[in-house]
């Protein structure tokens, strides 16, 4: 069967239909972590582009300048998201890969810790930002993000992940920037 083309306007998916693509992987990274792994929804045309617009509509009414995202699955979703509003990306790499001055920000992940770097002249002062990320946890990554922005003086427009696990009370941790989320997990 042929996939639409990109001038077509599919019936856009369910929420539900979305879900069905997020496959949920025990024990990975380690043992009694419950991974949500979107890789399946990524490799399917249909699903990613309607949870790509999904999400474009979702942060649709923030008032934003830019997008941040984290390596590497953050890059998938504020890639496309940043596209679609045809606004620029911030990249937010781990420690020693990007090539000019940087400035940083670590955090806490529920099963260890990194540092986030973004070069130093990309967040100019006053420029609103709306950080994208794949999945809320437990909210260090895009604490760790919003930090940066605020660091290099910059205003969080907003918050917004394909994924959220409400059980880890992540949200709480983004007070008080509005998050958006797609899909929620509380279990």
């Known amino acids: 069967m042929d996939e ?5 306007s599919p019936a856009l998916l369910s929420i539900q239909e979305i879900e069905r693509h997020v496959r949920e992987v025990p024990d990975f990274p380690s043992p009694g972590i419950s991974f949500k ?10 699903a990613f582009h309607a949870a790509v617009d999904r999400a474009a509509a979702a942060t649709a009414g923030i008032d934003y300048d830019r997008v941040l995202s984290a ?25 020693g890969k990007l090539p000019r001055e940087t400035i940083s920000a670590s955090y806490d992940l529920e099963y260890g810790s990194n540092t986030l770097h973004v070069h130093a002249d990309s967040i100019r002062e ?5 950080v994208v990320d794949d999945l809320l946890a437990t909210g260090g990554t895009a604490r760790a993000m919003c930090q940066l ?4 003086g910059g ?25 958006t989320s797609l899909l929620t997990y509380d279990a």
Not at 37 to 46: A, K, V
Not at 126 to 130: A, D, I, Q, Y
Not at 161 to 176: D, H, I, K, Q, S
């Open 71 to 95: 390596e590497a699955r953050g890059f998938v979703f504020g890639t496309a998201l940043a596209y679609r509003a045809r606004k620029g990306l911030i990249l937010a790499r781990k420690p």
């Open 37 to 46: 792994d979107i890789t399946p929804l990524i490799e399917d045309g249909p």
């Open 126 to 130: 006053g420029t609103r930002v709306l």
């Open 155 to 179: 205003v969080v427009a907003g918050v917004a992940f394909l994924v959220e696990l409400t059980f880890l009370n992540g949200r709480e941790r983004l007070a008080p920037y509005p998050v």
């Open 4 to 8: 639409p083309s990109a001038t077509s």
């Open 149 to 152: 922005v605020e660091n290099a």
